[in-house]
């Protein structure tokens, strides 16, 4: 497959999309009012209106408060919409990307060109004492020209709630298996997150970004799968709660070369709601970070104070920091512990058709797959515009700096640096009531301390650009009795 083959298809695929705009517009023009068109659709017999593609997503259903704990597993969010119906939604994704060479593929050619299948699927269901989210994306994929080379992804994300009157018992669930670093993946396009799109997708699981294994460098090599499970009780009194939660992740790569780990997380929290918006809290939280294959090993204690602040579909804003120890298994720099801080916010911000995340974590990692352990900063910025009824835009920045933690030996690199940038976005074009066309463009940027060799090149930065067009397709929602 050549990258001129890979541009036909994406002619292709805009031509089929254009069919399907003409179609819909030829049925619009045959469709008829009806008298029963104002009369209420019964629930049980009907798809309701919170499951119905005809209506403006813009106005999807009734948001419900964000029960999330302040000090919990996962971020807050501005609440979940009120469906009120089991149902399962299976949808088909194409993608075609062209993208330039990058400093860990073989030279010889300027560009490269993918070809993505992906088959996926929502699911939904509550009763009255659990609630239950799935989301998954899984396909393969062609590739010529680069060092992607041919094979399979899949992305999975699953929320299990139970709740009683004070108790509340969350099982969540994040995996993925990527020809690449997730830091980036799929940007500006709906191959970034498992599942469907749109008002009929479950809310996604959304841990907090430390619970998940570092991959913000991107000289980590070839395909790489990783998986973040965590369990999290929560028990309300009148005016605060105790949350207590394990998590266990993962990171390991196909290809030799890169630093596979494990990270174990216990947490304990205590929140105080200050009034009906505003809320205090502090966390203690015991990581234990494993590497495999080495002798080096990371204990780390973080005590965090935090503030939170939630309206409900217009803003929910978390802050925390304090005092991170970071105990060394091996002497680095002949000191067995160091004193860092522990740092970060999340703002989740909703504007007339524009909705703002904005979020930064600074403490200790994994090391994303090349250092044994670092001090990371990442910052993530993204922007969605509802430009009209049938039109949405999207603006993402990624930024992460990955510091090593010393030099305990010497072939480990751990003095090297690395700071990674992704910067991208796509418009979104809803062709009719079950299918969406992306165009999309992204920057994967790196710069680094030390040279960086890969595939009989070495450099200390590179530059990758990506250009991807996306056509998705999902049935209506099937109704789960």
């Known amino acids: 497959m050549t990258v001129w083959t890979s541009v036909r298809h994406i002619i292709a695929l805009a031509t089929i999309a254009l069919s399907l705009l003409g179609s819909r517009s030829a049925c619009a023009q045959d469709q008829q009012p009806s008298d029963d068109s104002a009369k209420p659709k019964s629930a049980a017999r009907s798809i309701p209106a919170s499951l119905d593609s005809d209506q403006d997503d813009s106005d999807p259903g009734t948001l419900q408060p964000d029960t999330r704990p302040l000090t919990g597993v996962q971020t807050p969010s501005l609440g979940s919409f009120e469906i009120g119906h089991n149902y399962f939604v299976p949808g088909v994704q194409l993608m075609e990307t062209v993208r330039s060479i990058s400093l860990n593929e073989p030279t010889g050619a300027d560009w490269s060109s993918s070809s993505f299948l992906a088959g996926s699927m929502s699911l939904y269901k509550v009763s009255a004492r659990s609630e239950l989210s799935a989301n998954y994306t899984g396909g393969g994929y062609l590739s010529s020209g680069g060092a992607q080379g041919n ?28 020809p690449e670093s997730a830091f980036g993946f799929g940007i500006g396009t709906g191959f970034s997150v498992p599942g469907i799109s749109g008002v009929l997708a479950p809310t996604l699981p959304d841990l907090q970004s430390d619970l998940h294994p570092n991959q913000s460098i991107l000289t980590s090599a070839g395909s790489r799968y990783s998986n973040s499970a965590a369990a999290e ?6 005016r605060s709660s105790i949350n207590l939660s394990g998590t266990y992740a993962i ?7 890169n630093v596979n780990s494990d990270m174990d997380v216990l947490s304990a929290g205590y929140d105080y709601q200050l009034t009906g ?3 205090v809290g502090v966390l203690y939280r015991l990581t234990e970070y494993h590497f495999l294959d080495t002798p080096q090993g990371l204990t780390d204690h973080s005590v965090r104070l935090a503030y939170g602040r939630k309206i409900t579909g217009r803003i929910a804003l978390q802050l925390f920091g304090g005092p991170e120890l970071a105990m060394f298994r091996q002497p680095v720099e002949n000191q067995s512990q160091r004193l860092t801080p522990s ?12 909705n703002l995340l904005l979020s930064y974590n600074h403490g200790v990692s994994n090391g994303g797959g090349v250092l044994i352990g670092a001090n990371t900063d990442q910052i993530r910025l993204e ?17 992460a700096r990955n510091n090593g933690l010393g ?18 976005g796509g418009l979104n074009h809803m062709l009719n009531r079950t299918a969406n066309l992306t165009f999309a463009y992204s920057a994967r940027i790196q710069i ?6 890969a595939a009989g090149s070495c450099g200390t930065s590179f530059t990758q650009h990506q250009f991807s067009v996306a056509l998705s397709w999902h049935a209506l929602p099937f109704i789960l009795r």
Not at 233 to 238: D, E, G, N
Not at 251 to 257: D, K, M
Not at 413 to 424: A, E, H, K, L, R
Not at 448 to 453: F, G, K, L, P, Y
């Open 343 to 354: 740092l970060g916010a999340t703002l989740n911000y909703a504007m007339p058709n524009t």
């Open 151 to 178: 094979g399979m992804f899949h992305q999975l994300g699953i929320t299990q709630a139970f709740k009683w009157k004070r108790w509340q018992l969350s099982l969540i669930d994040e995996f993925s298996y990527l």
């Open 383 to 399: 922007v969605d515009r509802h430009i009209n009824r049938g039109w949405q835009g999207t603006v993402s920045f990624g930024f």
């Open 448 to 453: 680094s301390t030390q040279n960086v060799c």
């Open 233 to 238: 009780l929560l028990y309300k009194l009148r």
């Open 277 to 279: 918006k505003s809320s």
């Open 407 to 424: 030099d305990f030996l010497d072939v480990l690199n751990q003095n090297q640096n690395y700071d990674s940038y992704v910067i991208g």
């Open 251 to 257: 990171l390991r790569f196909v290809e030799p070369g």
